[in-house]
């Protein structure tokens, strides 16, 4: 608990030094405890579990990470999330992200295109008894469309462009969190950016730049 508990003061800290770019100075009470109840050693590698409570992101092998825990916290944090919402993720990866926002919302949805790290998230995720998240292997892209529109989308990896699949699956009212690569030299790890993009009533989307980032790319 000391440990989770250093980890939750140097978020709050980094949600401090970000809030220019972020406009959030703080997180709030629901995401906060999501990030104090969820065992983040559980969705680490044995090999890694000393360092589970380290602000960073640790690799889960594969070529990915889990995403670095005030990241997870941002990006929580800007889908503003209700009880009762459906929540699709892009990005399963060791099942983390997606534990975070079962805390807080009725169902998730994640999709995850190595199947190896697909099947560990979802035993992971069973075995701590997340019942209310529902993984699949496939295509990322493409989103889920059977259980769509969905309330919130929030993509864990860096796309070169905001898939216009899940721009489609994202409800009117809806919020989608996603890093952006702008960069065409290929270097995926100079010029992301995490994106807002908010769905009104009429079903228009607006586009909202908020923070540099370094995630690994989309496939």
């Known amino acids: 608990m000391d440990r989770r508990q ?3 003061n140097e978020i709050a800290e980094e949600f401090e030094e970000t809030r220019g770019w972020t406009g959030r100075a703080a ?3 629901r995401v906060r405890a999501a990030m104090a109840k969820v065992p983040r050693e559980a969705f680490v590698a044995p090999t890694q579990e000393d360092r589970a409570y380290i602000n ?3 690799s889960i092998g594969h070529g990915q990470t889990i995403s ?3 990241i997870v916290a941002i990006m929580t944090e800007l889908l503003d999330l209700d009880p009762d919402d459906v929540v699709l993720e892009i990005g399963t990866g ?4 997606a534990a975070v926002l079962a805390e807080l919302a009725k169902q998730i949805y994640s ?4 199947p190896e790290l697909a ?11 997340y019942r209310n998240v529902a993984v699949k292997t496939g295509d990322g892209a493409r989103g889920w469309a059977e259980h769509a529109p969905f309330d919130a989308i929030i993509v864990t990896a860096a796309a070169g462009e905001i898939p216009p699949a899940l721009l489609a699956q994202l409800k009117p009212g ?3 969190v996603i890093p952006v690569d702008s960069n065409d030299s290929g270097d995926w790890f100079a010029h992301q950016t995490l994106v807002v993009v908010d769905k009104d009533a009429a079903g228009v989307a607006t586009r909202r730049d908020v923070l540099p980032v370094a995630f690994v790319p989309l496939t």
């Open 56 to 58: 960073a992101p640790l």
């Open 111 to 114: 999709v995850e295109t190595i």
């Open 119 to 129: 099947e560990r998230a979802r035993e992971r995720l069973a075995r701590h008894g």
């Open 6 to 8: 250093r980890l939750l």
């Open 27 to 29: 997180m709030g009470q």
């Open 174 to 176: 809806g919020r989608m």
């Open 94 to 97: 060791s099942g983390y992200q």
């Open 68 to 70: 670095q825990p005030f």
